[in-house]
């Protein structure tokens, strides 16, 4: 068994009557910082789903650390983070923000992450720490903005130490400030070997964290490698994305539980 954090090897994705991600190839080695990038409806999203095993794939093979994602029940979970596309903390039973983070750490009784009294409470003081929410710990994620919501989701997929992060879209609709104070934490976690998975739009000021980019477009990879640079005359070029509001959609709440 390796222990490659993501293989994807030809693998393709059928949703509905609609082939919607082409023979995909893709290795994430551990420590490696990618973010995929493309156009509205490219597939980036839907291939972050298909290699955590949310959406199966009709061909190939799609392997976590090692473990075909097709073995749910195999797969190290504990050491994956997820922070979903367009996410709000605050729908569905009320809940605390410090309550939303320490349910990170909700799993089968026996796991060794599992909820363990005073030191869940401090993983989870800690996760809040690092998004700058600690002083809002006690308060109710109903009221949070979506800027703080999304942080508190970051924070949850935080508080198990994880090896490996998704983010789809961590930018979108947070402030400048946050988003700095983001990209700082991003680059302690990597400095510390985390491997990182981004989806951007707009490299932004995550831009120095990026070492490889894999850029998507109707479902087939057209770039893999460093990240390209600027080309003026391509609209449709991530860096060069009309600046549009982000559209907060409503949340699928099967995606908040996260995965294990
Ligand atoms: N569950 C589904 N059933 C059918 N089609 C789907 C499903 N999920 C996604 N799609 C389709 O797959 C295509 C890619 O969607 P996806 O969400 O992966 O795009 P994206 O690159 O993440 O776009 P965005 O930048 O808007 O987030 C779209 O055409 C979308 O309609
Ligand atoms: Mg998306």
Do not use: C
Not at 179 to 196: D, I, N, P, V, Y
Not at 238 to 254: N, R, W, Y
């Amino acid at each position: 068994m390796n222990d490659l954090p993501i293989e994807v090897d030809d693998a393709s994705v059928v949703l509905g009557n609609t082939t919607i991600l082409h023979d995909i190839n893709l290795t994430v080695r551990p420590g490696e910082s990618v973010a995929f990038l493309g156009a509205n409806g490219s597939g980036k999203s839907t291939l972050v789903r298909t290699i955590l095993g949310i959406y199966p794939h009709a061909t190939g093979r799609v392997e976590l650390f090692g473990v075909p994602v097709t073995h749910r029940k195999a797969v190290p979970w504990n050491r994956i983070g997820y922070v979903p596309q367009r996410v709000t903390a605050g729908s569905g039973v009320p809940a605390t923000a410090l309550e939303v983070v320490r349910s990170g750490l909700l799993g089968p009784a026996k796991a060794m992450w599992a909820d363990r009294g005073r030191k869940a409470k401090a993983r989870a003081m800690d996760a809040l720490e690092a998004v700058d929410l600690a002083d809002r710990a006690h308060d109710h994620v109903q009221v949070f903005s979506g800027g703080q919501s999304q942080r508190v989701l970051i924070a949850r997929a935080l508080v198990r130490n994880p090896e490996l992060l998704f983010l789809d879209e961590p930018l979108a609709g947070i402030d400048r400030e946050s988003r700095q104070s983001l990209a700082e934490l991003l680059g302690k976690l990597r400095a510390q070997g985390l491997t990182l998975v981004t989806v951007l739009h707009e490299m932004g000021e995550l831009e120095g964290l990026v070492e490889r980019t894999v850029v998507l477009a109707d479902g087939v990879i057209t770039h893999d490698g460093p990240p390209l640079p600027p080309d003026p005359h391509d609209q449709q070029h991530p860096h060069h994305a009309p600046k549009i509001p982000i559209h907060h959609a409503p949340v699928l709440s099967t995606e908040i539980g996260g995965q294990s």
